[in-house]
């Protein structure tokens, strides 16, 4: 089993943090190997030093669900801290948080996806950290895809949003502490940035090779086998159709009551899509998009995770779709994140040529030529931020 940045600073003298008065963003899912929460664990440790907590977007329980769904400032129960909300009245760490502590540590759970917003929250941390004069110290974790291949087209600069601040693709291969490391060094945040690493994980690693337990970062991640389908099934936010909100199985089942099975197979056997099986069926959901209605359907199941490519696997289903259904298939209108003017569709794949293309038809070989080129140069970049070689 590996052990967890979280678990290394608690096994190591730490003298750069002594006397320091420490805040902590993390959220229910930032637990050690037995489930005791960080905040717990840094108290017992640092007792009066830590001085104040941070939770990011769906509430430091994972309660909230859905986007643009605000929870507000509290006092933590457990610990008496205050308890700063970074998704609620403000998305960046204000001074007067700020002026709390001296170094600021982070122990969240990512899912290594361009569009998961604690990356985000993460960066405005940064941003503040440099600008208040405050020292960030990022508690590694596992990318639960692992950390060796990537998947997508760059985000471009007209689709900057909050799900999506750097020219990232949508599978990045990084863990969280190597993406703070890369988005300070690469985009000059310029923050006085330490990351405590993980002992025994490998590149080649997804989360069930890790031995670690999960605990679901968000409402509608509920074990591994959701991060591994998300980087592609992500996509059907910024659509009509129901990426399994409200069942058992987000984001691993995707359906709308207008569509058919039969044609839609058809379709895709065009593409090669190799590492999964959609299996057709029907759910209903008990709330979102389609609430009460049966919706026509596959369930995504991974049968080859490291051949599985998740964002071509749903861009094929979407082009399909978009084909087969022009009289009911509809983008979802803003807001979306905060953005109430555009698309967001183009925020959550990064483009707008992409949308466009996969419109007219072009076939996913070429698209995916189109942004090669692009995705080898990030994929030589990234790995002057990495912390962990095979």
């Avoid at 970074?86 to 759970?109: C, H, K, S, W």
């Amino acid at each position: 089993m590996i052990q967890i940045g979280l678990e290394n600073l608690l096994a190591s003298p730490c003298p750069a943090l002594e006397g320091k008065r420490l805040g902590l963003l993390s959220n229910q899912a930032s637990t050690d190997r037995h489930f005791t929460h960080a905040r717990v664990l840094l108290q017992q440790r640092f007792g009066p030093q830590l001085t104040c907590l941070f939770a990011p977007q769906h509430g430091f329980f994972c309660e909230k669900q859905d986007n643009m769904i605000e929870s507000g400032h509290q006092t933590d129960s457990l610990t008496g801290l205050p308890l700063f909300s970074l998704y609620g009245e403000t998305r960046r760490p204000t001074q007067a948080m700020f002026e709390q502590l001296d170094v600021l540590l982070i122990d969240l759970v990512d899912v290594g996806t361009r569009v998961y917003t604690f990356l985000y929250t993460l960066a405005y941390c940064l941003e503040a950290a440099a600008q208040y004069g405050k020292r960030v110290v990022a508690l590694d974790r596992p990318n639960p895809l692992g950390g060796l291949a990537v998947e997508g087209n760059i985000l471009e600069p007209d689709c900057t949003s909050f799900v999506g601040l750097y020219p990232l693709p949508m599978r990045h291969g990084l863990t969280f502490g190597e993406l703070a490391l890369h988005i300070n060094r690469e985009f000059g945040l310029g923050a006085d940035l330490e990351i405590v690493p993980m002992r025994g994980w490998r590149r080649s690693m997804l989360f069930r090779d890790t031995g670690f337990p999960w605990v679901f970062p968000s409402p509608n991640m509920p074990t591994p086998e959701t991060a591994l389908v998300y980087p592609g099934q992500v996509i059907w936010e910024g659509t009509n159709i129901s990426e399994g909100r409200g069942t058992t199985l987000p984001f691993e089942l995707v359906g709308a009551p207008f569509w058919e099975h039969e044609p839609i197979m058809q379709a895709l056997a065009a593409t090669d899509l190799p590492g999964c099986f959609l299996r057709p069926l029907v759910f209903e959901p008990t709330s979102g998009k389609w609430a009460g209605q049966p919706c026509v359907g596959f369930h995504l199941h991974v049968t080859d995770a490291r051949s599985f490519l998740p964002y071509r696997t749903s861009l094929a289903l979407l082009q399909a779709v978009l084909r087969l259904y022009p009289q009911n298939f509809r983008y979802k209108e803003p807001p979306y994140e905060y953005e109430f003017e555009r698309l967001p569709m183009d925020l959550i794949l990064g483009s707008q040529k992409v949308r466009k293309a996969l419109e007219e038809g072009q076939p996913l070989v070429e698209l995916e030529a189109g942004w090669r080129s692009e995705l080898d140069e990030f994929a030589g970049i990234r790995q002057r931020s990495f912390v962990y070689h095979e």
